[in-house]
Nanobody, 123 residues
Framework: VQLVESGGGLVQAGGSLRLSCAASGLTFSWYVMGWFRQAPGKEREFLATISRSGSNTYYADSVKGRFIISRDNIKNTVYLQMNSLKPEDTAVYSC?????????????????WGQGTQVTVSS
């Protein structure tokens, strides 16, 4: 199983980025997907999760209304659209996968992780 994130970079505060996580080696539509981030010196933080079909999503309060998680089960890819970015959003962003149903906030329950992509928001 491989999860590969892309789309990170440097953006000014107030700007937008769309992250992608391409999955391979698994039946993607069987997997709940999640996005997390980790800033230097901080613990990993849950951001968003999406059910297998994409019909259910759940967000952390810190990103609700700014970030949107979506998936394309044909392209085996999950996305994170990030709007109104703030300097405090600077972190390494990672996707994760778990063969289960519903949605999943707990990082310790995910089975597979990507390497992450750096997002830096300048003020």
């Amino acid at each position: 199983v491989q999860l590969v994130e892309s789309g990170g970079g440097l953006v000014q505060a107030g700007g937008s980025l769309r992250l992608s996580c391409a999955a391979s080696g698994l039946t993607f539509s069987w997997y709940v997907m999640g996005w997390f981030r980790q800033a230097p010196g901080k613990e990993r933080e849950f951001l968003a999760t999406i059910s297998r079909s994409g019909s259910n999503t759940y967000y952390a309060d810190s990103v609700k209304g700014r970030f949107i998680i979506s998936r394309d089960n044909i392209k085996n890819t999950v996305y994170l659209q990030m709007n109104s970015l703030k300097p405090e959003d600077t972190a390494v962003y990672s996707c994760a996968a778990k063969n289960t149903i519903g949605v999943l906030r707990n990082e310790y329950e995910y089975d597979y992780w990507g390497q992450g992509t750096q997002v830096t928001v300048s003020s």
